[in-house]
Nanobody, 131 residues
Framework: QVRLVESGGGSVQAGGSLRLSCSASGFRYTSYCMAWFRQAPGKEREGVATISSDGRRSYRDSVEGRFTISSDKFKNIVSLEMNSLKPEDTAMYYC?????????????????????????WGQGTQVTVSS
């Protein structure tokens, strides 16, 4: 049973930084796509960043250059370093995962990879950025 647990959310002023972590357990696949999504009140869930088992990363345009996704394969942790935070980054952030025996290069990239592609989700962690 795959389990994802997020941590690291909180409140910060605009321009500040936060680091989110997602601890994954129960994975049995040789390839994976891990992602961070977010959902603000009244808005659709949107992809923020993805990282695949081959190390390829992708970001939504609005966070490019400010957010960095990384993974520690030995600890099974995927992190999202968020810098220069803006009030519009305020949302519930979710970790999502998909495993497979093979994923084609680029399969994991945003914006193609929407939430429907991910069968496993964490419970979410709130990020609030005040102006």
């Amino acid at each position: 049973q795959v389990r994802l647990v997020e941590s690291g959310g909180g409140s910060v002023q605009a321009g500040g930084s936060l680091r989110l972590s997602c601890s994954a357990s129960g994975f049995r696949y040789t390839s994976y796509c891990m992602a961070w999504f977010r959902q603000a009140p009244g808005k659709e869930r949107e992809g923020v960043a993805t990282i695949s088992s081959d190390g390829r990363r992708s970001y939504r345009d609005s966070v490019e250059g400010r957010f960095t996704i990384s993974s520690d394969k030995f600890k099974n942790i995927v992190s999202l370093e968020m810098n220069s935070l803006k009030p519009e980054d305020t949302a519930m952030y979710y970790c999502a995962a998909r495993g497979a025996w093979y994923l084609a290069p680029g399969w994991c990239d945003l914006p193609s990879r929407t939430q429907e592609a991910f069968p496993y989700w964490g419970q979410g962690t709130q990020v609030t950025v005040s102006s």
